[in-house]
Protein backbone atom coordinates (compact mmCIF):
# COMPACT_ATOMS: atom_id res chain seq x y z
CA UNK A 1 0.00 0.00 0.00
CA UNK A 2 1.33 3.28 -0.54
CA UNK A 3 -0.86 5.14 2.25
CA UNK A 4 -2.96 5.34 5.32
CA UNK A 5 -6.25 5.84 2.56
CA UNK A 6 -5.14 2.91 0.65
CA UNK A 7 -5.09 1.13 3.92
CA UNK A 8 -8.42 2.32 5.48
CA UNK A 9 -10.02 0.82 1.99
CA UNK A 10 -8.19 -2.44 2.04
CA UNK A 11 -9.20 -3.13 5.90
CA UNK A 12 -12.93 -2.08 5.12
CA UNK A 13 -12.45 -5.11 2.56
CA UNK A 14 -11.15 -7.78 4.13
CA UNK A 15 -9.00 -8.51 7.65
CA UNK A 16 -5.16 -7.84 7.04
CA UNK A 17 -2.04 -6.48 7.86
CA UNK A 18 -0.85 -3.75 5.58
CA UNK A 19 2.98 -2.13 5.05
CA UNK A 20 2.73 1.12 3.56
CA UNK A 21 5.35 2.18 1.50
CA UNK A 22 4.70 5.96 1.69
CA UNK A 23 5.25 7.17 -1.93
CA UNK A 24 7.28 5.83 -4.69
CA UNK A 25 10.38 6.24 -3.09
CA UNK A 26 10.78 2.42 -1.49
CA UNK A 27 13.42 2.27 1.13
CA UNK A 28 15.72 0.24 2.33
CA UNK A 29 13.42 0.18 5.47
CA UNK A 30 9.99 -0.73 3.70
CA UNK A 31 12.65 -3.80 1.60
CA UNK A 32 13.20 -5.53 4.88
CA UNK A 33 9.91 -5.10 6.69
CA UNK A 34 8.53 -6.91 2.78
CA UNK A 35 11.42 -9.34 3.10
CA UNK A 36 10.59 -10.20 6.74
CA UNK A 37 6.67 -11.21 5.89
CA UNK A 38 7.51 -12.96 3.06
CA UNK A 39 9.61 -14.99 5.05
CA UNK A 40 7.31 -15.55 7.79
CA UNK A 41 3.85 -15.21 5.54
CA UNK A 42 3.83 -14.31 2.40
CA UNK A 43 3.21 -11.35 0.63
CA UNK A 44 0.34 -9.75 -1.76
CA UNK A 45 1.74 -6.70 -3.57
CA UNK A 46 -1.58 -4.64 -3.66
CA UNK A 47 -0.90 -1.01 -5.10
CA UNK A 48 -2.54 1.92 -7.10
CA UNK A 49 -3.07 0.94 -10.88
CA UNK A 50 -1.25 3.85 -11.88
CA UNK A 51 2.66 4.59 -12.58
CA UNK A 52 3.77 5.25 -8.91
CA UNK A 53 1.80 2.14 -7.97
CA UNK A 54 3.82 0.27 -10.92
CA UNK A 55 7.25 1.63 -10.08
CA UNK A 56 6.67 0.52 -6.61
CA UNK A 57 5.76 -2.83 -7.56
CA UNK A 58 8.24 -3.22 -9.97
CA UNK A 59 11.14 -2.59 -6.89
CA UNK A 60 9.23 -4.91 -4.54
CA UNK A 61 9.13 -7.54 -7.48
CA UNK A 62 12.95 -7.41 -7.83
CA UNK A 63 14.10 -7.35 -4.28
CA UNK A 64 11.63 -9.62 -3.14
CA UNK A 65 11.05 -12.72 -5.35
CA UNK A 66 8.07 -14.91 -4.79
CA UNK A 67 5.70 -12.08 -3.38
CA UNK A 68 1.62 -13.22 -5.05
CA UNK A 69 0.19 -9.55 -7.14
CA UNK A 70 -2.85 -8.46 -6.86
CA UNK A 71 -4.33 -5.64 -9.40
CA UNK A 72 -6.94 -3.09 -9.10
CA UNK A 73 -8.60 -2.61 -12.48
CA UNK A 74 -8.36 1.01 -13.45
CA UNK A 75 -12.15 1.75 -13.91
CA UNK A 76 -12.57 0.56 -10.35
CA UNK A 77 -9.84 2.45 -8.77
CA UNK A 78 -11.51 6.11 -9.94
CA UNK A 79 -11.95 8.60 -7.77
CA UNK A 80 -12.54 12.53 -8.08
CA UNK A 81 -9.34 13.20 -7.43
CA UNK A 82 -7.49 10.31 -9.18
CA UNK A 83 -6.80 6.48 -9.29
CA UNK A 84 -6.17 4.31 -6.07
CA UNK A 85 -6.88 1.90 -3.96
CA UNK A 86 -8.60 4.00 -1.70
CA UNK A 87 -11.20 4.78 -4.47
CA UNK A 88 -12.39 0.87 -4.31
CA UNK A 89 -15.16 -0.38 -3.32
CA UNK A 90 -14.55 -3.66 -0.74
CA UNK A 91 -16.15 -6.12 -3.66
CA UNK A 92 -13.13 -4.88 -5.84
CA UNK A 93 -10.93 -4.82 -3.42
CA UNK A 94 -11.81 -8.10 -2.07
CA UNK A 95 -12.41 -9.99 -5.89
CA UNK A 96 -8.57 -8.39 -6.70
CA UNK A 97 -7.00 -10.22 -3.94
CA UNK A 98 -8.63 -13.32 -4.47
CA UNK A 99 -7.53 -12.52 -7.87
CA UNK A 100 -3.47 -12.52 -6.65
CA UNK A 101 -1.17 -14.74 -8.83
CA UNK A 102 2.29 -15.45 -7.86
CA UNK A 103 4.99 -14.47 -9.71
CA UNK A 104 8.30 -16.54 -9.66
CA UNK A 105 10.65 -14.48 -11.32
CA UNK A 106 11.08 -16.53 -14.75
CA UNK A 107 9.58 -16.04 -17.87
CA UNK A 108 7.74 -18.63 -19.42
CA UNK A 109 7.42 -17.77 -22.99
CA UNK A 110 3.76 -19.48 -23.40
CA UNK A 111 2.75 -16.72 -25.88
CA UNK A 112 4.84 -15.91 -28.52
CA UNK A 113 5.57 -12.31 -29.59
CA UNK A 114 4.58 -12.43 -33.03
CA UNK A 115 1.26 -13.99 -31.50
CA UNK A 116 1.24 -11.27 -29.01
CA UNK A 117 1.52 -8.55 -32.10
CA UNK A 118 -0.66 -10.21 -34.35
CA UNK A 119 -3.82 -9.87 -31.92
CA UNK A 120 -3.00 -5.93 -32.07
CA UNK A 121 -1.56 -5.51 -28.26
CA UNK A 122 0.60 -2.74 -29.40
CA UNK A 123 0.90 0.14 -31.90
CA UNK A 124 -2.57 0.09 -33.49
CA UNK A 125 -5.54 2.19 -32.99
CA UNK A 126 -7.49 0.45 -30.01
CA UNK A 127 -4.26 -2.10 -28.73
CA UNK A 128 -4.38 0.51 -25.04
CA UNK A 129 -8.10 -0.59 -24.70
CA UNK A 130 -7.48 -4.25 -25.84
CA UNK A 131 -4.70 -4.11 -22.90
CA UNK A 132 -7.35 -2.95 -20.87
CA UNK A 133 -9.52 -5.07 -21.19
CA UNK A 134 -7.57 -7.74 -21.26
CA UNK A 135 -5.54 -7.43 -18.21
CA UNK A 136 -9.09 -6.78 -16.57
CA UNK A 137 -10.46 -10.24 -17.77
CA UNK A 138 -7.10 -11.78 -16.78
CA UNK A 139 -7.12 -10.06 -13.67
CA UNK A 140 -2.96 -8.82 -14.18
CA UNK A 141 -3.17 -5.00 -13.96
CA UNK A 142 -2.92 -2.60 -17.19
CA UNK A 143 0.47 -1.37 -18.30
CA UNK A 144 2.06 -0.61 -21.34
CA UNK A 145 2.76 -2.95 -25.08
CA UNK A 146 5.87 -4.24 -23.63
CA UNK A 147 5.46 -4.40 -19.68
CA UNK A 148 1.95 -6.42 -20.16
CA UNK A 149 3.76 -8.90 -23.08
CA UNK A 150 6.41 -9.87 -20.20
CA UNK A 151 3.98 -9.47 -17.71
CA UNK A 152 1.65 -12.86 -19.32
CA UNK A 153 4.58 -14.41 -18.72
CA UNK A 154 5.96 -13.61 -15.59
CA UNK A 155 2.46 -14.52 -14.42
CA UNK A 156 2.31 -17.43 -16.38
CA UNK A 157 -0.81 -17.17 -18.35
CA UNK A 158 -1.35 -20.08 -20.28
CA UNK A 159 -1.88 -19.20 -23.59
CA UNK A 160 -5.44 -20.88 -23.19
CA UNK A 161 -6.34 -17.94 -20.70
CA UNK A 162 -4.74 -15.50 -22.88
CA UNK A 163 -6.53 -16.95 -26.41
CA UNK A 164 -9.83 -17.29 -23.99
CA UNK A 165 -9.54 -13.26 -23.09
CA UNK A 166 -8.73 -12.43 -26.03
CA UNK A 167 -11.50 -14.04 -27.78
CA UNK A 168 -13.86 -12.51 -25.42
CA UNK A 169 -12.39 -9.03 -26.22
CA UNK A 170 -13.13 -9.53 -29.95
CA UNK A 171 -16.53 -10.31 -28.94
CA UNK A 172 -17.01 -7.23 -26.77
CA UNK A 173 -15.62 -5.24 -29.77
CA UNK A 174 -18.02 -6.62 -32.52
CA UNK A 175 -20.65 -6.33 -30.07
CA UNK A 176 -20.14 -2.45 -29.94
CA UNK A 177 -20.10 -2.30 -33.83
CA UNK A 178 -22.60 -3.97 -35.03
Same mark, same amino acid.
Given at each position: MEGKNDTVAVLK =????? %? !? *????? =?????? +? =? &?V? $? &?QERRGV +? /? #? %????? &???? /?RRIIS???PGCRQAF???NEARGDKGLGVEHATPEAIQSALSDARTE?? %?EVPSISWETYLK?? !?VGGKGASKMRERLAEMLGIG? =????? #??? $??? !??? +? %? $? *??FEEALSRVEEEREETRG
Open positions: =AVEAD %T !L *ETRGS =AVGSDV +I =A &AK $R &A +I /I #F %TDPDG &AGER /IQEVLPRDG %TAG !LY =ANGKQ #FYK $RLH !LLR +I %T $R *EE
